[in-house]
C-alpha cells in the first residue's frame, strides 16, 4: 500500500476501513476496506479529517475484487436469475422465476479450486421459488491476478455453470394397477398423494384409469394416455419383482425406451424410468410414494417438470445422500435425503 494525499485519491483502492463519528447520528465504517474512492467522497473524507489515505498500489495485471466480482457473475448468471449490486466484493444470485436449479457440479469445482476464487451455490437438481437466493460469489484478497480470472474463464467456457429452467409440463395421467383397487376392495390412496405433488409443479391429473394386474389393460391404458397427449404419465402399483406384478413388463411393451428398472434410493428403489420417442416420461412408482412423505420421486420430479432429459448416470448419482434416515419429524427438503 501506499500513502497519498485525499484530494489525489480518486480512484484508489482503500486499504482499510474508516470510521466516522456524527454525535447522536452515527459511528461506524463511512468507507470500507476495498472501496475505490469517488469525486464526491473527497468532500466527507476531508470533513473526517483524512487529508491522506493508505490506498492500494494497483500493479498492471491485478484486478479489484468487485471487478473480479462482475467476471465470476459473468461464468454463472444465466437466465430467470437477478442479481445483487456488488457489496463488499460480493455478488449473489436470486430466483426469478420458479423452477429447478441446475448446477455444473465439474465445472463448478475446477473453477473454486483455482486459488483465491470462490463461488458458493445452492444444492443443484432442487426446486427452487422467485426470490431464493442461489449463489453467492467472490475473491478472497482485496486485488487478485487478472490471470486467475482468465483461467476461470477458460475452465466455464462459453456457457455459464448455472441454470434456473421454469417447471414446463402441465398435465399428466395416472394409471392406477391393482385388482384390489380395481375390484373395489380397497380405496386408491395413491393418486390424491400424486394430485397434491404434482400440483406443487403446476401439473395437472387430466386423466385417471384404474385397471386390475394384467398386462394386455395396463398397456392399453398407457395407449390411451398417449393419445391424449398427456405430458406425463404415471404408473402406480405393481413394480415389484413378484411374477403377478406386470407394471414394469406393460411400460416395456407398450414402446417406451426404457431408462432404468431400479435406483440406488430407499424409499423407492423399484422406480421405473422411461421416455417415449416424441420425448414424453413415463414412470412407475413404487408403493412408498404413496405413504413415505420422501421418495425417489421426489428427487426426480423437479427435473422432469422442468422438460430435463434424464439419463441412467443421473439415477446412480443419487445414491450418496440416496437413504432417507427416517426421522421421526420429517423435515424434507431440508435435510441430507438426497443431497
Known sequence: MKEIATVDAVGQVLCHDLTQILPGEFKGARFSKGH?????????LLSMGKEHLFVWEMQPGMLHENEAAERLLALTMNANMTRSGV?????????????????????LNAINAID????ATRRGNFPVRAGDKLAGMRVIPLVIEKSKLDAAKAVAGEKPILSLLPFVLKTAAVIT???????GRI??????????????????VTLHTVTDDQTDPIEQAIAAAREAKVDLILCTGGMSVDPDDRTPGAIRKSGARIVTYGAPVLPGAMLLLGYFSDGTPILGLPGCVMYAKA???????PRIAAGVPLQKSDLTS???GGLCLGCGVCTYPHCPFGR
Do not use: H, M, N, Q
Open 36 to 44: 475505490i474512492v469517488t469525486e464526491e467522497d473527497i468532500p466527507v
Open 87 to 107: 457489496k463488499e466484493g460480493k455478488i449473489e444470485l436470486f430466483a426469478a422465476a420458479d423452477g429447478v436449479f441446475l448446477v455444473d457440479s465439474a465445472r
Open 116 to 119: 483465491e476464487i470462490t463461488i
Open 177 to 183: 394397477t391393482g385388482s384390489e383397487v380395481f375390484s
Open 187 to 204: 380405496e386408491d390412496r395413491f393418486t390424491p398423494v400424486l394430485i397434491e405433488k404434482l400440483r406443487a409443479y403446476g401439473i395437472g
Open 295 to 301: 421418495t425417489v420421486f421426489d428427487l426426480v420430479l
Open 318 to 320: 443419487l445414491g450418496e
